[in-house]
């Protein structure tokens, strides 16, 4: 009796045993199917034609799409301003020199209180000597030297103190309303001739917001609450001031004995930033500055006895509906220093 068969037998594709260099060849090139990597000539056009409409028709979506996303966003300006954007309408207060790159993270100015090293650590002043402090302060300074800006910027010195129009460009700051303020090296090395302990000068600036223009503050409103943190003396000079369109800057130690410890002495004097600089436009632009001078008090008793005290500094910003926030910076601005009895 024959053995019967059950189930059937796997029919097995035509090359199914080649392997190595047989199996890769058949693989570039089939001569029984004309395929080339495993596809026919006419599927390979099929998927290729394919893909080329699909990525085709996928670009223009995305230009498409593009397109109207531009068509909602102003050509020379950011689409949300001031309030309307996360930056709001309440700068911040900038401090300059700035630190050297070794110590970005700190506000602490130390310096020597008798230096007369005119030798800078390296030519950009990436360093801790006083020098290098007044080479970093002479840097930002220099913006406002070059002529390319001022080319595109308009000379306001007899121009009325009043915001300029979005068509108007924008005023030249002259530096030498900073008085010493503006020559190096801005009170950073001692002068024997007249004083022996350094009187270093500080650069305030607002940052910058497009399109804001302040509001002055109305003297009227000086004895609100809102004025309280106000120093008598600048509450006194804007009610004396025959100008009184500026944004006011007001510096003074954080605590009694910072305000015991220093004098500060304001370039202009007026301490303020006149309107007519303002609004930032974009394009070229001098930020309105008022620098100060500050100096170790003379109580009389010791000429030196504020050397060596850590001595914590404030600069309030002053215009209407201005906040002041130590927690974020706004209208504001805290530093520290310290004269080291050295040279």
């Not at 801790?128 to 930002?140: C, G, L, P, S, T």
């Not at 000379?155 to 002259?174: A, E, L």
Request: aromatic share 12%.
């Amino acid at each position: 009796m024959s053995e019967d068969v059950l189930g059937g037998t796997a029919i097995k594709p035509e090359g199914w045993d080649r392997s190595g260099w047989e199996a890769f060849q058949w693989f570039l090139y089939n001569p029984k199917t004309g395929a080339i990597f495993s596809r026919t000539p006419l599927s390979w056009f099929k998927i290729i034609a394919f893909y080329i409409i699909y990525y085709s028709l996928l670009a223009l979506f995305w230009i498409a799409c593009l397109q109207i996303f531009f068509l909602t966003l102003p050509e020379n300006e950011p689409k949300w301003l001031l309030d309307q954007s996360l930056v709001g309408s309440n700068p911040g207060v900038g401090l300059r020199p700035r630190m050297s790159d070794a110590r970005i993270d700190s506000s602490l100015y130390m310096l020597a209180a008798g230096s007369e090293d005119k030798e800078p650590t390296t030519p950009d002043g990436e360093g801790e000597k006083n020098v290098d402090f007044a080479v970093r302060y002479q840097d930002f300074l220099n913006i406002y030297d070059n002529e390319t800006f001022k080319s595109d910027m308009e000379d306001c010195t007899d121009s009325p103190n009043v915001p300029r129009t979005m068509s108007q460009k924008s005023c030249i700051f002259d530096t030498m309303s900073l008085g010493e303020c503006a020559n190096f090296p801005y009170g950073y090395l001692v002068n024997l001739e007249s004083h022996n302990v350094v009187e270093p000068c500080f650069m305030l600036k607002l940052n910058k917001l497009r399109s804001w223009v302040p509001t002055p503050v109305n003297e009227t409103d000086l004895d609100n609450p809102e004025y309280a943190t106000m120093s008598e003396k600048l509450k006194n000079r804007i009610r004396k001031s025959m100008d009184k369109d500026n944004v006011w800057i007001d510096c003074e130690g954080r605590y009694p004995a910072d305000r015991e410890a220093v004098e500060i002495e304001y370039f202009p004097s007026s301490q303020g930033m006149p309107l007519k600089y303002f609004p930032f436009k974009g394009g070229s632009y001098h930020q309105p500055l008022v620098a100060i001078k500050v100096s170790l008090a003379d109580r009389g008793d010791d000429a030196h006895k504020f050397i060596g005290q850590l001595i914590h500094l404030q600069c309030r910003a002053w215009y209407e509906g201005v906040v002041h926030s130590t927690k974020h910076k706004e209208g504001l601005v805290q530093f520290d220093f310290i004269l080291e009895p050295k040279n």
